[in-house]
């Protein structure tokens, strides 16, 4: 926010890898029935809806799977900049008539690229909902990648990289995926390097519009005032003209290497510690377990074993976190930590201890009592409190195969985790040494 | 999320003076049109009273989902320092969850997380805030607890003196890690030569880890009263539930207080134009920004913030900006450039706009570039045109606000906190919609001049730009 004079108390530090860590559990006894339709068109395009009339705006959200997975090692940044020129001009109407016609249509309209997956968001005033329906397949279908915002964009992302070239946080980022992820195009960062960015021409941006944006590879989430009939006319009308098969490349497993330890020397007050371990995918059928093991470590925001030791007991840094990264091709499990420099070595001989005493022992029944409750109730309140958070979880259920049932299974799910099955976990994923990244001043 | 669109949700949240009970212009496909009316122009129907002890209670109803926002706001920030005690107002924010006499350390965020509650709290200059989002069945609770630690904290040496270290981690995590945000203090100390606004918020290094648990307290006692306090209620839940709820729980705190008015030191009249400039090793590309000291929602004049907040669009909020067309589009000489302002304030405001070259351009052609975009503003005014859509953008953010019943809380508890009414906000739409190319170019020619500012540049240590 642009608002720098308002502090929260404790940063969230939710890193969201894949739409999945954010997808958790429902109570199921305080849920009013989110009720989730299917939609199919006549054209055979289907659609998650979740019809509401309270407030007269709707809420969309797509996904394309195949993000950056798709680019070629040197055209590193292409599907990020791909995301940035939907909306810069599409069929007859350029760049600048395009941002002001999506301004007086009251619409938000926005792409984004991740390493998994191509994603779009609209949302609009149920009255102007056509016309915004009809930006939508404009961008999708028909951008123009005029030079003038090409350049735009390209100039826009260099600065941005060129500004992050000696942020710390950046800098360990990169650090861990390069050690962890070696040759897998996860080891590379979604927004590119400088030398690609410049690089990349009109005709790579072209090409992966054309393989990346088709309709065998496209999910969508739909929330708001809308009925189903009107939806499924809609949906032949705006994907409609999108190519059949998505040209896909195949993407390899990536096998972790975890272990190694790096230090990036950077005047700096306060050191920048991440650590990375194994982890699992989110299909994987101890998904469920490894989740509730990492609240318990480092992911229950206040509360967490880390949480209490680093921060609470010792003063030792603002956050502390852990999280499971799931991507499709890959697990782990990531956590962080940013203290003064000289308390950097003992900062983190606490954070491996705790690592340690949990692969060693597991939580106790009573943490994970608490996390169960914690992650089932904590579903709706986080997750389906605003049009577009449900839209987004539509997409998410469809990505995943989760089942359309899933918001109200969700809960029996965590239910089933034994304390057995928390400890195989911690034993599983945390037994050895992690990638251990640390960017501070010399000495530290 | 493209930085396009994270853009325009930021400002949507950033637009703290908005909302409800409405009857604005066009929002339709015709541009111009008037609106179709009804179904659009709906806002939540929102109850306010005061308990007899002073504490206001505003409920704002949201029964889309089984989900409650609850917030506690007072009316305190870090303008309401002692001078020497910088950071104690956000200092004691991080102690309020140290617990109570009856109420262990720990255990009132523990009740959130078992629920699976979210919670949180913050400071700024003009006030501080907490609030849990929670299921509408553990609200009562949620008032028991904050009403409890409204005059029942504890605080202990071995509670206190770690979360001081922690508050100088975060310190160093936000601005001592960072050369824009040094560079951001130094620009805010500048502009106010009188006014505490010219203090972070987060206090200066050297205050803060001098502050200690009696100031803590003696703030505490000062200014955490139920009259110098209002609740936000906002989600499934009705308005009488939540007054029977607030009478049992606020209701039973004494006044502790009487904080009185709120009057900070004023600024004297700008007389000079001022420069910050910071380079540092650490930054790898520059960046260019200047504010203006300008009336908010609270000091100016009738009508004046709400051409300001117009102003703001069409100089610097969207890619249809005048700073964004020429600046990133025509002249390429900036990767990025924008401006806004910053409304909602107890004392006098800021008006920003800022740039970052693009490569090989220097921070001296942006100057002059963006001083050329000012004085053509200024020389031929703004059209009806420009107006309208500002206008028009300004009221989407209104509508998609009530997408969030935690915005709405929000933008109700910060604006009451600066001395607005809930009149005043509900009938903010209908006055920006009033807004003329006139009342425009006024406050343009009023507020933009450079002796109210402070330019501030970034750079790289070496090879200067």
């Known amino acids: 926010m642009k608002n720098l004079i308002s502090i929260p108390v404790r940063a969230k530090f939710i890193a969201l890898l894949g739409l999945i860590v954010a997808l958790i559990v429902l109570p199921v006894t305080s849920v009013k029935a989110v009720e989730i339709q299917t939609v199919t068109s006549p054209g055979g395009i289907t659609a998650l809806l979740v019809e509401d009339y309270t407030v007269p705006l709707i809420a969309v959200s797509m996904a394309f799977n195949g993000g950056a997975t798709q680019e070629n090692a040197e055209k590193e940044g292409l599907a990020n900049i791909l995301s940035s020129l939907l909306d810069e001009g599409a069929g007859d109407i350029k760049s600048e008539e395009f941002q002001l016609k999506l301004d007086d249509l009251g619409m938000e309209l926005g792409f984004s690229a991740g390493y998994d997956s191509f994603t779009g968001r609209l949302k609009t005033l149920r009255s102007s909902r056509n016309e915004a329906f009809d930006m939508l397949r404009l961008a999708l279908t028909k951008p123009r990648f005029d030079t003038e915002p090409i350049e735009r964009m390209r100039a826009a992302q260099l600065s941005i990289l060129q500004n992050s070239l000696k942020k710390p946080q950046v800098i360990a980022g990169k650090a861990w995926r390069k050690s962890v992820f070696g040759d897998h195009p996860y080891a590379r960062s979604v927004g590119g390097t400088i030398e690609a960015v410049k690089g990349l021409k009109r005709d790579d941006i072209v090409l992966l519009h054309k393989k990346l944006l088709a309709k065998d590879n496209l999910v969508i989430g739909v929330v708001g005032a809308i009925s189903a009939k009107e939806l499924s006319v809609m949906l032949d009308v705006v994907f409609g003209d999108l190519p059949a098969k998505a040209e896909l490349k195949p993407v390899a497993e990536a096998k972790l290497n975890v272990g190694t330890t790096q230090k990036v020397e950077l005047k700096i007050p306060q050191s920048i510690i991440r650590v990375v371990f194994d982890g699992l995918k989110r299909s994987d059928k101890d998904f469920y377990a490894a989740y509730l093991m990492n609240y318990v470590l480092g992911g229950g925001s206040f509360s967490s074993r880390l949480y209490e030791e680093i921060r609470e007991k010792r003063g030792l840094a603002y956050g502390v976190y852990t999280y499971l990264g799931t991507q499709d091709h890959a697990g782990f499990i990531g956590g962080g930590t940013a203290t003064r420099a000289d308390r950097a070595d003992e900062t983190l001989k606490i954070l491996l201890a705790e690592v340690e005493r949990m692969a060693k022992d597991g939580p106790t029944k009573e943490e994970l009592e608490k996390a169960k409750k914690y992650i089932t109730g904590s579903y709706a309140i986080s997750n389906l409190d605003t049009s577009g958070k449900i839209a987004s979880v539509l997409v998410a259920i469809q990505r995943e195969n989760l089942g359309i049932d899933y918001i109200d299974k969700r809960a029996e799910y965590i239910a089933a985790v034994t304390i057995e099955d928390t400890r195989r976990m911690a034993r599983k994923l945390l037994s050895n040494k992690p990638t251990i990244v640390i960017v501070g001043p010399k000495g530290s | ?465």
């Open chain 2, 1 to 465: 999320m493209s930085h396009k669109l994270r853009r325009a949700f930021s400002r949507s949240l950033a637009s703290v003076l908005v909302v409800a009970g409405f009857a604005f212009a066009s929002q339709g496909p015709a541009f111009g049109e008037q609106a179709k009316a009804g179904e659009e122009s709906k806002g939540p129907e929102t109850t306010s009273f005061t308990l007899k002890n002073g504490l206001q209670v505003v409920v704002i109803p949201d029964r889309r989902a089984p989900v409650v926002t609850h917030m506690i706001w007072y009316r305190v920030g870090s303008a309401d320092e002692k001078p020497g005690k910088s950071g104690i107002a956000h200092y004691l924010e991080h102690l309020m969850f140290k617990g109570t006499k009856t109420v262990p350390a720990g255990v009132f965020s523990a009740k959130v997380a078992e629920i699976g509650g979210q919670e949180n709290a913050f400071t700024s200059t003009d006030y501080t805030g907490y609030y849990q989002k929670v299921s509408p069945q553990a609200l009562e609770e949620m008032m028991r607890l904050e009403a409890d630690r409204m005059s029942n904290l504890v605080l202990t040496d071995e509670t206190v003196l770690p979360e001081r270290d922690v508050i100088q981690e975060e310190r160093r995590s936000r601005t001592d890690n960072n050369p824009g945000s040094q560079l951001g203090e130094a620009v805010q100390a500048a502009l106010y030569q009188n006014h505490p606004y010219g203090i972070p918020v987060i206090g200066w290094q050297h205050e803060v880890q001098a502050l200690t648990k009696e100031d803590a307290i003696e703030f505490y006692n000062k200014y955490y009263t139920p009259n110098n306090a209002v609740l936000v209620v906002a989600g499934d839940v009705s308005a009488d539930s939540v007054k029977e709820m607030a009478e049992k729980t606020y209701g039973k705190v004494a006044r502790r207080a009487e904080p009185g008015l709120r009057r900070r030191p004023q600024e004297p009249e700008p007389k000079a134009a001022r420069t910050v400039s910071l380079s540092d090793p650490r930054v790898t590309s520059a960046s260019w920004q200047r504010t203006f000291l300008v009336p908010s929602y609270t000091t100016a004049k009738p009508g004046e913030a709400e051409a300001l907040d117009i102003l703001g669009e069409i100089l610097g909020g969207s890619s249809t900006s005048r700073l964004y067309k020429q600046l990133v589009k025509s002249a390429k000489l900036a990767a990025s450039a924008g401006g806004y302002y910053q409304g909602s304030a107890l004392d006098d405001t800021r008006f920003m706009v800022y740039a970052t070259p693009r490569q090989g351009v220097t921070l001296e052609q942006i100057e002059v570039e963006i001083d050329k975009v000012i004085t053509e503003l200024l020389t031929n005014g703004v059209s009806e045109k420009e107006v309208a859509r500002g206008i028009n953008r300004q009221l989407k953010s209104v509508i998609f606000s009530r997408d969030s019943q935690s915005t709405l809380a929000r933008i109700y508890g910060a604006s009451l906190m600066v001395g607005e009414t809930i009149e005043d906000i509900e009938q903010w739409p209908s006055r920006i919609s009033k807004v003329t190319v006139k009342d425009v170019n006024a406050v343009a020619r009023k507020y933009l001049k450079k002796i109210r500012s402070v330019t501030g540049y970034l750079r790289p240590e070496k090879n200067r730009s």
